[in-house]
C-alpha cells in the first residue's frame, strides 16, 4: 500500500523553526516528485513547496521562499520540510503528497497518496 506518514509539527512562536518529515512506504521515492502542502481553517489547500524526481530540483510558494527549504534523503526514503522564520500566517495542517515523475507544479490536484497530515501552529 502506498501512503506517507507525515510528522514534526507542533507549536512554535512567531520567528521560530520546525523540521517536517514525510516517510514514504510502498514506493520509492527517486521515481516521484515529492510535494508538501497545507490547508488552514476555512481556507483551500495550497502548495508549498515540491522536489522532483530526476534531479532534486525544487520548487517554492512565493509565500515561504527565503524561510522553507525542502530537502530528500533517499536512503531514507524520507523527504523533509526545514521551516524558519515561521509567521502565524504559516498555521495550517501540512501534508505531503506525491506525483511519478517529474513536475515542478504546485497544484494539489496533481498529487496521489496523501499522508494523514501534521500540525503547525505559530502563536505567541
Known amino acids: 500500500q502506498l501512503q506517507f506518514v507525515e510528522s514534526g509539527g507542533g507549536l512554535v512562536q512567531p520567528g521560530g523553526s520546525l523540521r517536517l518529515s514525510c516517510a514514504a512506504s510502498?514506493?520509492?521515492?527517486?521515481?516521484?516528485?515529492v510535494g508538501w502542502f497545507r490547508q488552514a481553517p476555512g481556507k483551500e489547500r495550497e502548495g508549498v513547496s515540491c522536489?522532483?524526481?530526476?534531479?532534486?530540483?525544487?520548487n517554492y510558494a512565493e509565500s515561504v521562499k527565503g524561510r522553507f527549504t525542502i530537502s530528500r534523503d533517499n536512503a531514507k526514503n524520507t523527504v523533509y520540510l526545514e521551516m524558519n522564520g515561521l509567521k502565524p500566517e504559516d498555521t495550517a495542517v501540512y501534508y505531503c503528497?506525491?506525483?511519478?515523475?517529474?513536475?515542478?507544479?504546485?497544484?494539489?490536484?496533481?498529487?496521489?497518496?496523501w499522508g494523514q497530515g501534521t500540525q503547525v501552529t505559530v502563536s505567541s
Open positions: 503528497a506525491a506525483r511519478a515523475g517529474v513536475t515542478f507544479s504546485l497544484w494539489p490536484g496533481l498529487y496521489h497518496f
Open positions: 510502498g514506493f520509492t521515492l527517486p521515481y516521484y516528485t
Open positions: 522536489i522532483n524526481s530526476s534531479d532534486g530540483s525544487t
